[in-house]
């Protein structure tokens, strides 16, 4: 696709899909990890703004001086900016005032694009619109937290919706050897993704399909929750220490598990893949099953075995540079390199990644008590 076609699409999506919002949900962060949608809409913008436009773009003059401090992220190499805890206590500037920057930028971005700009700066663009893409599905994790959250359970129009799992699950055998894993290919990747390179794996056994709410119900009855053998000892705490009993958004109403979804309120339904898990759940029902989770890579060996796709999938693999890895200069190379530590490695994709955006290498990462993504578990042995 066209750059500038490729950008503008991505961009409208975003408005689009956050336009069911009532105003006031805009501005709501009901937890230090959850950031509110009127942020991931500025914040989005000023990723083009502060590294395509800036930079690139001839007698470019910035919307606001303030918006860099005010939607920066994690980016210390362009400068200071609002704590992530902080995000939620913005009433300015209006979520009115956010769209106009977004209009601005838009306007300014169409120009560039349209006057062959550099290989460096295509690049960067293509980067900002992956980036874009990533908080799009962020949103949904967010405004579900947001909505959850509260006494009524409010809906909002969405399409992002789980299917279910109606036939058995089978083991997909995978021989011992050694394989290359890593991205390959003139196509987009992260840099978290090359240095492709050998690894050595044994014979192993992985199911075809994802864990249902069936089957951690059986879990949860069995006590799970209350067998600390089952657990690491950091998971042991977590759940203690939040007298977590179940999944996020899972409730017991007169003995019968319910949950929240984006369309509403209601028992849990047995047959969808159990979502909302901690890597310290998944770690304990896969031990209680007397299994264990894949490992990045051979997740990575037999994905185009499995039906995967509707939820990321925790895997046993810590975060960790491939061999060679490097970090580019700037702020840009803080977009992966410096979060490789105490955090584990997802694969695959969810029902809110957006469409093409996903691939057998890509490698997503959460810390493991992380419970609000749209992760599930998929068993190995």
Same mark, same amino acid.
């Given at each position: 696709? =066209?750059?500038?076609?490729?950008?503008?699409?991505?961009?409208?999506? %975003?408005?689009?899909?956050?336009?069911?919002?009532?105003?006031?949900?805009?501005?709501?962060?009901?937890?230090?990890?959850?950031? #509110?949608?009127?942020?991931?809409?500025?914040?989005?913008?000023?990723?083009?703004?502060?590294?395509?436009?800036?930079?690139?773009?001839? $007698?470019?003059?910035?919307?606001?001086?303030?918006?860099?401090?005010? %939607?920066?992220?994690?980016?210390?190499?362009? &400068?200071?900016?609002?704590?992530?805890?902080?995000? @939620?206590?913005?009433?300015?500037?209006?979520?009115?005032?956010?769209?106009?920057?977004?209009?601005?930028?838009?306007?300014?971005?169409?120009?560039?694009? !349209?006057?062959?700009?550099?290989? /460096?700066?295509?690049?960067?663009?293509?980067?900002?619109? *992956?980036?874009?893409?990533?908080?799009?599905?962020?949103?949904?994790?967010?405004?579900?937290?947001?909505?959850?959250?509260?006494?009524?359970?409010?809906?909002?129009?969405?399409?992002?919706?789980?299917?279910?799992?109606?036939?058995?699950?089978?083991?997909?055998?995978? /021989?011992?050897?050694?394989?290359?894993? &890593?991205?390959? @290919? =003139?196509?987009?990747?992260?840099?978290?993704?090359?240095?492709?390179?050998?690894?050595?794996?044994?014979?192993?056994?992985?199911? $075809? *399909?994802?864990?249902?709410?069936?089957?951690?119900? /059986?879990?949860?009855?069995?006590?799970? +929750?209350?067998?600390? $053998?089952?657990?690491?000892?950091?998971?042991?705490?977590?759940?203690?220490?939040?007298?977590?009993?179940?999944?996020?958004?899972?409730?017991?109403?007169?003995?019968?598990?319910?949950?929240?979804?984006? *369309?509403?309120? @209601?028992?849990?339904?047995?047959?969808?893949?159990?979502?909302?898990?901690?890597?310290?759940?998944?770690?304990?029902?896969?031990?209680?099953?007397?299994?264990?989770? #894949?490992?990045?890579?051979?997740?990575?060996?037999?994905?185009? !075995?499995?039906?995967?796709? *509707?939820?990321?999938?925790?895997?046993?693999?810590? +975060?960790?540079?491939?061999?060679?890895?490097?970090?580019?200069?700037?702020?840009? &190379?803080?977009?992966?390199?410096?979060?490789?530590?105490?955090?584990?490695?997802?694969?695959?994709?969810?029902?809110?990644?957006? !469409?093409?955006?996903?691939?057998?290498?890509?490698?997503?990462? %959460?810390?493991?008590?992380?419970?609000?993504?749209?992760?599930?578990?998929?068993?190995?042995?």
């Amino acid at each position: 696709m =066209d750059i500038l076609l490729a950008y503008l699409d991505t961009r409208q999506r %975003f408005k689009y899909i956050t336009k069911p919002l009532e105003i006031e949900d805009y501005s709501v962060q009901p937890a230090d990890f959850v950031s #509110p949608p009127k942020w991931h809409l500025a914040h989005s913008t000023w990723f083009f703004e502060q590294f395509v436009l800036c930079p690139f773009a001839e $007698n470019y003059t910035v919307f606001n001086d303030d918006f860099a401090y005010l %939607f920066n992220s994690y980016y210390n190499n362009a &400068g200071q900016r609002v704590l992530r805890p902080n995000r @939620g206590l913005m009433t300015r500037p209006t979520v009115a005032h956010v769209l106009k920057y977004r209009t601005y930028v838009d306007e300014q971005m169409t120009l560039f694009l !349209k006057d062959n700009p550099s290989e /460096e700066a295509v690049n960067t663009v293509k980067l900002g619109l *992956q980036h874009e893409q990533q908080h799009q599905e962020l949103f949904y994790y967010d405004i579900k937290y947001i909505l959850g959250n509260q006494p009524t359970f409010p809906v909002i129009q969405n399409s992002i919706k789980l299917s279910e799992i109606t036939t058995p699950s089978e083991w997909i055998s995978i /021989e011992e050897g050694v394989y290359e894993v &890593g991205h390959q @290919g =003139d196509e987009f990747c992260f840099d978290n993704e090359l240095g492709r390179h050998k690894v050595y794996l044994n014979a192993f056994e992985i199911s $075809n *399909q994802l864990v249902t709410n069936a089957e951690y119900i /059986e879990f949860i009855e069995a006590g799970g +929750y209350q067998d600390f $053998n089952l657990w690491h000892a950091a998971g042991w705490d977590f759940i203690q220490n939040n007298e977590y009993k179940a999944p996020e958004y899972w409730h017991q109403v007169d003995g019968v598990w319910h949950s929240y979804t984006l *369309q509403g309120f @209601g028992p849990v339904a047995p047959n969808l893949p159990v979502q909302h898990l901690s890597f310290y759940e998944a770690s304990a029902f896969a031990e209680w099953k007397k299994m264990r989770l #894949p490992t990045e890579f051979e997740w990575e060996i037999a994905a185009s !075995k499995l039906e995967w796709g *509707q939820l990321w999938e925790w895997t046993n693999s810590a +975060y960790l540079p491939y061999p060679n890895f490097s970090k580019a200069e700037g702020a840009l &190379g803080e977009y992966n390199g410096k979060f490789m530590v105490n955090q584990m490695v997802l694969r695959g994709a969810s029902v809110a990644t957006v !469409k093409n955006h996903s691939r057998l290498t890509y490698r997503n990462f %959460f810390h493991p008590n992380e419970r609000w993504l749209f992760s599930g578990l998929r068993l190995a042995k």
